[in-house]
Structures are given as structure tokens and as C-alpha cells.
């Protein structure tokens, strides 16, 4: 079971991704940026991202590091949530597009390798609610 505190004054979409083709989690909290401004401020006040957390974009073909003060993995999936490619530890200052991507999966650096995660695997997002 998976519980999410909720703040009443936050409206940040949090999921739960996993890997079903290595079962594995690739983040218990990856806030959704679906709109214009959660798409503009991305991780850009973030210092780092803890383990479990991420960021989930879409629709998204690509993204970049410009402003960024940490490297992070990146996911990209289609519409059918297969992974299509991934930048491991994709440093700032970088541009990273997948013109068959509907969905971006920002990670702590290393987590993609360390969940065996690969292009061809198998997502699965599941909405938490809302969190801080």
C-alpha cells in the first residue's frame, strides 16, 4: 500500500512508475508537469532528486538541462508507455529529444541503470493523488 500525505494548498499530481518488464520502481513521487507553467519551471528550483522522486512530462517529445543544477536520467515512452530511449546521467547544459516520445520520466542520475531499465521496456504510471 502507498500512502501520500496530501497538502490542501499543493495541486502537484504525484505517480508511482514502475518498470513491469524488470519490476521495478523507478519513482514512488514523480510530480506531473502537464501544463504550461509546471512545464517551464521543471526541476529548475530543485538542488537534486532524492531517491523515489522524479518528474513526469506529457505530452513530451523533448527536453533540456539548461539552468539545471544536478544531471538526471531521462525516460522517454510513447503513448503506449514503452520506453523508446534513455540519456543516463544527462548532464546540464544538454537538449535530449525522441520524436516517438508522448511521455518524459526525469530521475535522479543513476536510476535507470540501476533498475536495468531499457528502450522496449514496459511502464506503468499510477496516479497517487495530490502532494507537495
Not at 7 to 31: G, I, Q
Not at 50 to 74: N, Q, R, S, Y
Not at 117 to 122: E, I, K, L, V
Given at each position: 500500500?502507498?500512502?501520500?500525505?496530501?497538502?490542501?494548498?499543493?495541486?502537484?499530481?504525484?505517480?508511482?512508475?514502475?518498470?513491469?518488464?524488470?519490476?521495478?520502481?523507478?519513482?514512488?513521487?514523480?510530480?506531473?508537469?502537464?501544463?504550461?507553467?509546471?512545464?517551464?519551471?521543471?526541476?529548475?528550483?530543485?538542488?537534486?532528486?532524492?531517491?523515489?522522486?522524479?518528474?513526469?512530462?506529457?505530452?513530451?517529445?523533448?527536453?533540456?538541462?539548461?539552468?539545471?543544477?544536478?544531471?538526471?536520467?531521462v525516460?522517454?515512452?510513447?503513448?503506449?508507455r514503452?520506453?523508446?530511449?534513455?540519456?543516463?546521467?544527462?548532464?546540464?547544459?544538454?537538449?535530449?529529444?525522441?520524436?516517438?516520445?508522448?511521455?518524459?520520466?526525469?530521475?535522479?542520475?543513476?536510476?535507470?541503470?540501476?533498475?536495468?531499465?531499457?528502450?522496449?521496456?514496459?511502464?506503468?504510471?499510477?496516479?497517487?493523488?495530490?502532494?507537495?
Amino acid at each position: 500500500m502507498i500512502i501520500v500525505i496530501q497538502d490542501p494548498s499543493s495541486t502537484s499530481t504525484l505517480y508511482h512508475v514502475e518498470n513491469r518488464t524488470r519490476d521495478a520502481v523507478l519513482a514512488t513521487s514523480a510530480v506531473l508537469a502537464s501544463d504550461s507553467k509546471t512545464r517551464r519551471q521543471g526541476l529548475l528550483k530543485h538542488g537534486r532528486l532524492d531517491a523515489g522522486e522524479g518528474m513526469l512530462i506529457t505530452p513530451c517529445e523533448a527536453i533540456h538541462t539548461f539552468g539545471m543544477k544536478f544531471p538526471i536520467d531521462v525516460v522517454f515512452a510513447g503513448k503506449d508507455r514503452k520506453v523508446r530511449k534513455i540519456r543516463h546521467s544527462m548532464p546540464r547544459g544538454r537538449i535530449a529529444f525522441c520524436l516517438s516520445a508522448d511521455i518524459v520520466l526525469e530521475l535522479p542520475a543513476g536510476t535507470a541503470h540501476s533498475t536495468g531499465t531499457c528502450p522496449g521496456d514496459q511502464l506503468e504510471l499510477r496516479k497517487l493523488g495530490t502532494g507537495t
